[in-house]
């Protein structure tokens, strides 16, 4: 499934849920397998797909389509085929009149509120005003985190794959040598660990809200371990701090644990610090290793590059997110970034929430960037 269809799909869902169709993860991915199946490229099918999989009620079909229109742009609906049960309403959100029996205002403030709440997916977090950060951060705290899977020497029952001999010979035996069907195995799998390591310096000040906010939103929502740590002039491990259910509870609590919020800078010696207290023990070796950070660094840029080139010997993939690629004309030119990204896996934007939507994804490996190691 290519990357910009999986975008558009989970930002349809998100105008969905806004609208009052209750778009739930299931539905999502439904959705997407839908999509994979048809021709995405084609309204008519997208449409079809989404109207199918999402609406259960006579009740979702005029909010669905509205948002249908608010999100696609507006575009004429498409027309149901003859053997459709319920033909679709034809009217779009600029013919919705005020009493009309179809919805009324009430369909028009949900589609204009999923209007909003699309734009502000796409907004930088570090120029929101009050209401835009605690709207953020309350979509945050509802980010899909799924795991990054990896096989393990242990084996499980499985329908298919290869012949278990031995749970065959035994049932064979139990059965004094009749035939018996054959009995299956597969590696079991479990979930990658994730170390996300959040810059708080003072360059990032006005972004580390709402990246600690995604630290806890990954620490509570996934299936496997995830450990934070926060970087500036000092390394302080957060995670217990992020166990806390109540997402703002988390972040008072990280707060007042890490002294050197939006102090100054040294990724070179704080990642040589996690390696030698924390990573070169195991924690890092085979996980997933998350940094957010701008990669301004106060001392030499050489001692960060030789800590990133170990990092990246015992992680399976390191995954830098930093808020100023999205800006015009941005270049990784600065000392620290510059010597980092040899040794990155994954080079991705964090300035909105879209943009963490998609890390989140990247982090799954679910999406792939063309960053690689060199």
């Not at 975008?7 to 739930?24: E, N």
């Not at 934070?228 to 995670?239: E, H, N, P, S, Y």
């Not at 509870?249 to 030698?276: H, Q």
């Not at 050489?302 to 990246?312: P, T």
Request: glycine share 8%; hydrophobic share 40%; with cysteine.
């Amino acid at each position: 499934m290519p990357a910009d269809v999986l975008d558009t799909a989970v930002g349809f869902a998100r105008t969905l849920r806004a609208s009052g169709v209750a778009a739930s993860t299931d539905r999502v991915q439904r959705f997407v397998e839908s999509l994979d199946a048809l021709d995405p490229r084609r309204r008519e099918d997208v449409y079809w797909a989404g109207r199918v999989t999402f609406c259960a009620s006579p009740d979702d079909l005029a909010r669905y389509d509205r948002a249908f229109a608010a999100y696609f742009d507006r575009e004429p609906l498409p027309r149901p085929p003859r053997q459709a049960a319920t033909p679709p309403p034809v009217s779009t959100v600029a013919s919705a009149a005020p009493g009309a029996d179809d919805g009324g205002d009430d369909d028009v403030d949900a589609v204009a509120e999923a209007s909003r709440a699309e734009v502000l997916r796409h907004q930088d977090l570090g120029r929101l005003d009050a209401a835009g950060r605690a709207e953020v951060a309350r979509l945050v705290a509802l980010l899909d985190m799924p795991a990054e899977h990896r096989r393990t020497r242990r084996r499980e029952p499985a329908r298919r794959g290869r012949v278990d001999q031995a749970a065959t010979v035994r049932q064979l035996l139990r059965h004094g040598g009749e035939p018996v069907v054959l009995r299956y195995h597969r590696q079991r799998r479990r979930p990658r660990r994730v170390v996300i390591l959040a810059d708080v310096s003072g360059s990032m000040s006005s972004y580390s809200e709402s990246l600690v906010r995604f630290a806890h939103a990954a620490a509570r929502r996934r299936a496997a371990r995830v450990e934070v740590f926060t970087i500036g002039t000092r390394l302080t491990r957060v995670t217990r701090e992020l166990t806390r259910r109540d997402p703002n509870e988390a972040l008072a609590a990280t707060g007042a644990a890490v002294p050197d919020w939006s102090g100054g800078t040294r990724l070179g010696e704080r990642l040589k610090e996690f390696l030698d207290v924390w990573g070169q023990r195991g924690m890092a070796r085979g996980a997933v290793v998350v940094i957010l950070s701008d990669g301004w660094e106060r001392d030499d840029p050489a001692l960060l590059g030789q800590q990133m080139a170990r990092l990246g010997r015992l992680a399976h993939k390191v995954v830098w997110a930093n808020p100023r690629k999205a800006r015009p004309g941005y270049a990784p030119l600065a000392g620290g970034m510059a010597a980092a990204l040899p040794h990155v896996d994954d080079f991705v934007e964090g300035h909105s929430l879209a943009a963490l939507e998609r890390l989140a994804r990247v982090v799954a490996g679910i999406q792939r960037t063309h960053q690689r190691r060199r």
